[in-house]
Structures are given as structure tokens and as C-alpha cells.
């Protein structure tokens, strides 16, 4: 259910940023036109990377068992996904102003965390399910 919802906040912050390429469209801001498609196209990724990750079985013989202190280190990676999600929200929000604003400099910023958070979600997402399968290194 997790994933469910995480992928859903990750597809709802990427139709955010297709409301910003039409808003550079309209203004014709070609720099910006390029990098936001490549978001665009990284979120769609992840996104599915989330969406079609493995999900566990939790029966009586399950193959992966969780222990309570593995548990609260998952929690932990939960909490942060969803913080990573926040992030790209407030920082999308900006790139909404700024784009309105028409002031490229500070659209470029925006879109330059927006490409570092999507990237931390990615990796933290990464590791989770290398805690979850038991493959951290």
C-alpha cells in the first residue's frame, strides 16, 4: 500500500512538472524546456520503479522474515521517501513562480533540486529494497 501511495504523490508531482513545460511552452523559455522533459522522463521511471518493485510475502513460512530493528530502519526509509516527496513539492512550487516570473536563473535552481531530490528518492527507494531482500552492502 506504501508503494501504492508513494508511487500516486510521485505521479501527481510529475503532472506538476508537465504543468511547468506547458508553462515554458507558452512562454517559449527553451532552456528549461529540456531540462524539465528529462525530469519528466526520470519521474516516469522511478515511478514505475516503485509502482512494479517486488512486494513481500508476510505468510507463516515466508522466505524474507523483517525483524523488529530492521522494521524501524524501513519506517525510517518510509519517513524519508515521503520528506524526499515534500521537498520536490515545495521546490516544484518555486518553479512554478519563477517560471510565471519569467527569472531563468532561479527556474534553473528549482529545477536543479528537483533533479536532486527525484535522484535521493531514487537511491533511498534503492536501498530500502536492499534491506528489505537482505542485499545491503
Known amino acids: 500500500m506504501l508503494r ?9 508531482q510529475r ?10 511552452v507558452q512562454n517559449f523559455n527553451s532552456p528549461q524546456l529540456d531540462a524539465i ?14 509502482l512494479h518493485a ?9 522466505d524474507v522474515r523483517v525483524k523488529e530493528t530492521e522494521l524501524n530502519r524501513l519506517y525510517e526509509y518510509d519517513t524519508s521517501l515521503i520528506d524526499n516527496i515534500g521537498v ?8 512554478k513562480r519563477s517560471l510565471k516570473a519569467n527569472d ?7 529545477i536543479e533540486e528537483i533533479r536532486n531530490a527525484i535522484i535521493e528518492f531514487e537511491d533511498k527507494f534503492e536501498r530500502r529494497m536492499q534491506v528489505i531482500t537482505n542485499t545491503e552492502v
Request: overall charge negative; some cysteine; aromatic content about 4%.
Open 15 to 24: 503532472r506538476g512538472l508537465e504543468d511547468c513545460r506547458a508553462m515554458v
Open 88 to 95: 520536490i513539492s515545495k521546490s516544484l512550487e518555486s518553479l
Open 4 to 12: 501504492a501511495q508513494l508511487a500516486k504523490l510521485l505521479g501527481l
Open 37 to 50: 522533459g528529462g525530469l519528466i522522463n526520470r519521474f516516469k521511471m522511478v515511478e514505475g520503479l516503485v
Open 104 to 110: 531563468n536563473a532561479q527556474s534553473g535552481d528549482d
Open 54 to 62: 517486488e512486494t513481500g510475502y508476510s505468510g507463516i513460512a515466508a
